[in-house]
T-cell receptor, first 112, second 113 residues
């Protein structure tokens, strides 16, 4: 069964610090991998999307990496801000068909 | 740019009642989706639609009905609500040429008592 596992489940960091969220997946073959940010009480919003041939993609202070060989991705947040407090969801798209496999998310809390 | 909107945002209903959650998008996206999000689970696909009058089951379709008579609307109906259907429901859409980006609505919080 295709799965997406995220770690840690939750994380608390101080404002200004960096952090890295992990995503391991078994989806194969896959088309692309996305990271979404979901603020409390809101819908998920796309941060990055990477195809299997891409290793890294940045969106401001967010940098996603992908290792298709080990089936791992990470999301690095630089100089965290209070507004980064949210759930971060890793989503892997199967190559054939429209199915997306969602991770359960990592809840990040940035405190001052 | 209205985007994708859901209604109602919050709903409390009784077991056995029929409930319809509405979803409307202004982009003329071909694909529309309904997901439910529960604590400890990732988003799970209930139903999706590739175009008007074309719908298909997702991962957890039991107890739900959808229709897509118009491209912009994709209502989700719980025919006889059960407590296990208490959840947050997200509608989403994707265009054929939107680079695989899926846009989510703000969610509908449903409580079945």
């Amino acid at each position: 069964k295709n799965q997406v596992e995220q770690s840690p489940q939750s994380l608390i960091i101080l404002e200004g610090k960096n952090c890295t969220l992990q995503c391991n997946y078994t989806v194969s073959p896959f088309s692309n991998l996305r990271w979404y940010k979901q603020d409390t009480g809101r819908g998920p919003v796309s941060l990055t999307i990477m195809t299997f041939s891409e290793n890294t993609k940045s969106n401001g202070r967010y940098t996603a990496t992908l290792d298709a060989d080990t089936k791992q991705s990470s999301l690095h947040i630089t100089a965290s801000q209070l507004s980064d407090s949210a759930s971060y969801i890793c989503v892997v798209s199967e190559k054939y068909g429209n199915k997306l496999v969602f991770g359960a998310g990592t809840i990040l809390r940035v405190k001052s | 740019d209205a985007g994708i909107t859901q209604s109602p945002r919050y709903k409390i209903t009784e077991t056995g009642r029929q409930v319809t959650l509405m979803c409307h998008q202004t982009w003329s996206h071909s694909y529309m989706f309904w997901y439910r999000q529960d604590l400890g689970h990732g988003l799970r696909l209930i139903y999706y639609s590739a175009a008007a009058d074309i719908t298909d089951k997702g991962e957890v379709p039991d107890g739900y009905v959808v229709s897509r008579s118009k491209t912009e609307n994709f209502p989700l109906t719980l025919e006889s609500a059960t407590r296990s259907q208490t959840s947050v429901y997200f509608c989403a859409s994707r265009g054929r040429n939107s680079g695989n980006t899926i846009y989510f609505g703000e969610g509908s919080w449903l409580t079945v008592v």
